[in-house]
Nanobody, 117 residues
């Protein structure tokens, strides 16, 4: 079955950096786009970044553009989210998402990112 396991979250000071990883299994990773979402307490889940199957095209939410970078290593079945210049408002649970179609996708369990001094 499809499994997505995120890692790399934690506590970081404002201005700091973190790299999240999401290891996928149970399907042909290289055939599907991947996304990162986040959800802060009391807020709706927000799409942060997307990357196509080959990795050649990426898109970002305006709130993270220029600070976050999504990438993937299809040989390792892993998608990454490099986060720099972190702000307190980036605090959230971050989820990776395997996009199969408009009607089908799979979520990871999430990893907590807390930006605080």
């Amino acid at each position: 079955q499809v499994q997505l396991v995120e890692s790399g979250g934690g506590l970081v000071q404002p201005g700091g950096s973190l790299r999240l990883s999401c290891l996928a299994s149970g399907y042909t990773f290289s055939s599907y786009p991947m996304r990162w979402y986040r959800q802060a307490p009391g807020k709706e889940r927000e799409l942060v970044a997307t990357i196509i199957s080959t990795g050649g095209i990426t898109n970002y939410a305006d709130s993270v553009k220029g600070r976050f970078t999504i990438s993937r290593d299809n040989a390792k079945n892993t998608v990454y989210l490099q986060m720099t210049s972190l702000k307190p408002e980036d605090t959230a649970v971050y989820y990776c998402y395997a996009y199969f179609s408009r009607a089908l996708g799979y979520w990871g369990q999430g990893t907590q990112v807390t930006v605080s001094s």
